[in-house]
């Protein structure tokens, strides 16, 4: 087995990804159903069972697919923490009105650890953390430092691949405003999202065995250029996540180019995104 990396002490921000008041409920009724749940749904697919489960969900917004884990996990205790104060009032609240989910939500601060003990999870999971290609391993190993021996970890993200219509509109404004610094980072984002094989290599060198990677093909669809751009998914995910990827402050311009060109080139046809849908699954072996 590959040898296990201490604690992570810190991490990078997330750019952007944290839900405000407004936005929390936009997010679980509009976000959830229509992008995260291809994410959860992957993720649950892949639990290994368990009896009296002790689940740590890290940056687990509004608490979503916590329900779906308890009703594969029958008896399970859910923990959840997030930055964002808002959400976790939200799924506290939601908590409380789901009869037989047993969940407890905390609010947690911009750096490792998470306020949960090391070593008391059968369980730990994080669906599409905003996080940089670079942090990965950090979470990583803050989910390996919650796990108890032989507990399972899952991490669902896009995979490479994903987003390329998207990419392809950022690299055509990028030429036509001769911003050669975004037409590097839209390559350099593009490259940095991982492939199943990477994704698994981090995984087992986090100190993770059994590991596996699955891979769905979601597509998701607009009819006009204002309907992505007004999106809560486009608002509250797409734009955060790639702010996070991008590493570039200024993308308002950029961002409305591809709203119009989105109208521009699909005026008579339905505009459509392609995600790459990702979950690796490793066991904590030591």
């Known amino acids: ?70 009703r594969t996990l029958p008896g399970a205790h859910l923990f959840g923490c997030d930055p964002s104060a808002s959400a976790i009032e939200l799924a506290r609240a939601k908590a409380a009105m789901t009869p037989g989910l047993a969940a407890d939500y905390r609010l947690t601060g911009k750096a490792w650890p998470t306020p949960f003990p090391a070593g008391a999870f059968s369980h730990a999971l994080s669906i599409h953390p905003l996080t940089r290609a670079e942090d990965r391993p950090a979470l990583l190993a803050e989910l390996a430092r919650l796990l108890a021996p032989h507990g399972q970890a899952l991490l669902a993200l896009p995979l490479r691949g994903s987003f390329p219509e998207v990419a392809d509109l950022l690299r055509e404004y990028a030429l036509k405003v001769e911003d050669v610094p975004l037409s590097d980072a839209v ?76 109208d521009k080139y699909w005026s008579d046809a339905t505009f459509e995104l392609t995600i790459n849908v990702g979950c690796v699954s490793g066991r904590r072996i030591g």
């Not at 509009?30 to 649950?44: I, N």
């Not at 991982?194 to 060198?205: F, K, V």
């Not at 597509?219 to 509250?236: I, K």
């Open 187 to 262: 390559d350099r984002a593009s490259a940095g999202r991982p492939t199943i094989e990477l994704l698994g290599t981090e995984m087992e060198a986090a100190g993770f065995d059994f590991v596996d990677v699955e891979l769905r093909t979601s597509v998701l669809e607009w009819r006009s250029g204002r309907d992505f751009y007004e999106d809560p998914v486009s608002r509250l995910v797409l734009f955060p996540e790639l702010r996070a990827q991008l590493e570039v402050d200024d993308l308002d311009r950029a961002w409305e180019y591809v709203r119009d060109a989105i």
């Open 1 to 70: 087995m590959s040898e296990r990396p201490p604690p992570a002490e810190g991490r990078s921000d997330i750019v952007g990804g944290w839900l405000e008041a407004a936005d929390a409920a936009v997010f679980e009724t509009f976000v959830v159903p229509r992008y995260l749940q291809a994410f959860g749904e992957l993720a649950v697919s892949m639990l290994a069972s368990g009896e009296e489960a002790q689940v740590a969900h890290v940056d687990c917004r509004t608490g979503y697919p916590d329900v779906e884990i308890s």
